[in-house]
């Protein structure tokens, strides 16, 4: 995203060395005008901030005159990245492959062809999403119309809403609700449309589900041929032959859905099912007992408009 020139940059300076290594790193140089695209700075200042990144990394560019850029070089290190810096690159690559989303500025300036597997357009209305992070803000109740899938008509309900969740799939709000007195996820797409607040004294910290956390011990599937296994220890990054992956309590099922881990162990096609869930009764107890300190916590029951 182009800034306009001669507007200050908001940016600190750490971002903008950043910047810099970002572009080494992964597309060989940077110049400064790629500073003052990026960042609304002036020209002075672009040199400035190409002088001090040399200053803390001597050795990371030389100058090509020629071009009037700065290139990688051979003993190039980066310093100021990430500590998973193909993570970020690959981040940065997300936003442009996301074709239902709106794109976002990244840093790159080149990039390789990238798509992304589609996942429907669910469109959330901009008032009701504001409505519900003055909510969460503010600790109101919000009134809302919802379209369950078990009910046929919207419904109102009161939700108390205190944080957001994105499963990889949909936008959800994790929020008390006043109908049934526990605390639910509310699919951000299925609000149609968001009215009265008033004061809400549910503490977040009651939701014992969003408080506590879990830890899935996942191993490659039982089924698979040894080399098959070796590839999911790779792409789960394991260690040794197990990974440990830790979520909320409340979010346990759309991990277990994400990664297939409610198929059956028997027979199954590997590309289908590549790990199983070790610890499963460690978990489900785990949650079970979140689940049963939130109901515990007794609430008093809101007069309602």
Known sequence: MV?????????????RLRFIEFRLLWEGRVNRRDLMDAFGISEPQASIDLR???????????????????ARSASFRPQQMPEYPAEHYLNQLLVLGIADAV??????????????????????????????LAAIR???????????????????????PHALVNDGF????????????????????????????????VDAKSDMEWQ???????????????????????DYNMSGDAAFITTRACLYRYLEWSLRLDLPEGPTPRWRGEVVLRNRQEVEDRCKLAKELTVQRKHSRLNLP
């Open 3 to 15: 800034v306009p020139q001669g507007l200050p940059s908001r940016r600190p300076l750490l971002e």
């Open 170 to 201: 949909r936008w959800h709000a994790r929020a008390w609700c006043a109908k049934h007195e526990d605390f639910r996820d509310f699919v951000l797409s299925r609000i149609t449309a968001a009215g009265r607040s008033v004061d809400c004294d």
């Open 103 to 132: 794109p976002g500025p990244t840093w790159l300036n080149s990039a390789p062809p990238v798509d992304v597997l589609p996942r429907g357009r669910k469109r959330i209305d901009t008032e009701v999403l504001q409505s519900v």
């Open 138 to 160: 503010d600790r109101q109740l919000l009134q809302i119309q919802y379209q369950s899938l078990s009910t046929v008509e919207t419904e109102q309900r009161w939700i108390g």
């Open 52 to 70: 001090r990144y040399q200053e803390i990394n001597p050795t990371a560019a030389v100058y090509d005159a020629s071009r009037k850029t700065y």
């Open 212 to 234: 506590t956390y879990v830890t899935l011990k996942i191993v490659p599937h039982p089924a698979l041929e040894p080399y098959q296994k070796r590839a999911v220890q790779l």
